[in-house]
């Protein structure tokens, strides 16, 4: 999903103002959990990492590990995917 640069400032309004009210301890997994559920609701998060990661510290934190996972889910696949060729070429 695109966003506007309204719609971008809009939900890092909001992380922000829920931000104030997490414990310090607790706000990388807030900003893990805004990430993956900003994801979650089609939002390329990829495409938008810069801007994402360049609000806060827990945010950028929770951008590296979205892609890194994604990167990770992507290779699991593709070697899944392999075995399977190979199945159908006996």
């Known amino acids: 999903m ?8 809009f939900l890092l309004q909001l992380y922000d103002t829920a931000k104030t009210h997490i414990s310090e301890k607790a706000r990388q997994t807030f900003a893990n959990d805004f990430v993956f559920r900003l994801e ?17 510290e827990y945010l950028d934190n929770a951008v590296t590990e979205v892609i890194e996972l994604d990167e990770d889910y992507e290779s699991d696949e593709e070697l899944w995917l392999d075995e399977d060729d190979e199945m159908w070429d006996e």
Request: glycine share 12%; net charge negative.
């Open 2 to 9: 695109d966003l506007s640069d309204g719609d971008m400032e």
């Open 40 to 56: 979650d609701y089609g939002i390329d998060v990829h495409k938008n990492a810069k801007e994402i990661g360049e609000h806060d």
